[in-house]
């Protein structure tokens, strides 16, 4: 069976080789010191002056939130996890959903100050796919509008946006390090800002507002990640550079493979890097996806209709809101098999396949 993806693991030798001083150590989590060093170990590869290593990207959303002291009403794209939209509502906040691009399939920036009222505190957007957002006009409206800006930068580990990494804009941008990224610690996320004052902030809040052993400055969480995960960051971070070369190859070959198929694809920001987390296909109706989605499934092979259907559309405790752009598209786009081990012997079967349903 070809999945649609499949997480990229290190030799076992070198992620026990951390293993061992775990059991030599007996310390296990509570910020140890592989998680540690992984914090600094991340700061230099991405280039970044301030970071938190935490539990998860959904937690890491979370006390980004309560670190900014949102309330009432946080701007927002319903294309994106769920995660996205359902931290906002847990931290009791109301999300107000902006239609996307459909050419990026990024958060539409013309539609931002429409969707702007006197209860407005915050604007929380996705780069989709790890594709950055126009954050320069969301600066712009950020400022004007005197609002904080989240970036959810769930799948964008390694992408820069003119030589800066797409984690230093906005008052906080969050990533990802759960299994299926590109880069992973099995379960994790990241926690960005460049104000000290914020990082101090949130480092209270992830270890429950300690502030020493009888003593609390914030009101906190359990947000710490273990021993365990961080070795497995610590052991996977030295192949990112080869993980994203590979997925490069990969993904330029499904666009030569597939350049005679009726399709579209997102168009990415010109200004960035891209790391090739996902290969995201935009077929001319849905009619057509589902017909690939069932030939491929008969023959093995999984695909996954990320993100579909609109978070505006499907959250049971949310009144359902339609958004022409993000309704279309989600119907759709379909995201096909891309991970380290995918070999160009499985892409060839998966675009002929693909073809096979356009010539027939």
Known sequence: MILVT????PPQEEYEQYLAGIWQR????????LANELELKLKDFLRLNHLLFVTNGTIALQIAIKALGLRGEIITTPFSFVATTSSIVWEGCRPVFVDIDSNTLNIDTSKIERAITKRTTGILVTHVYGNPCDVEAIDRIARKYKLSVIYDGAHAFGVEIAGKSVFDYGDISICSLHATKLYHSGEG???MTKAPSLLKKMAYMRNFGFDGPNAFAELGINGKNSEFHAAMGLANLKYVDSIIKKRKLLTEYYYTKLQNLDAAFPIWNSHATRNYAYFPIIFPTEEMLLKCMDILSLHEISTR???YPSLAAALPYLEPMPLPVIDDISRRVLCLPLYYDLSIEEINLICRLLLRVQNN
Do not use: A, D, I, S
């Open 6 to 9: 499949k997480p990229f693991l």
């Open 26 to 33: 007996q310390w296990l989590t509570n910020m140890g010191p």
């Open 189 to 191: 996320g990241l926690l």
């Open 305 to 307: 209709r990320y993100f």
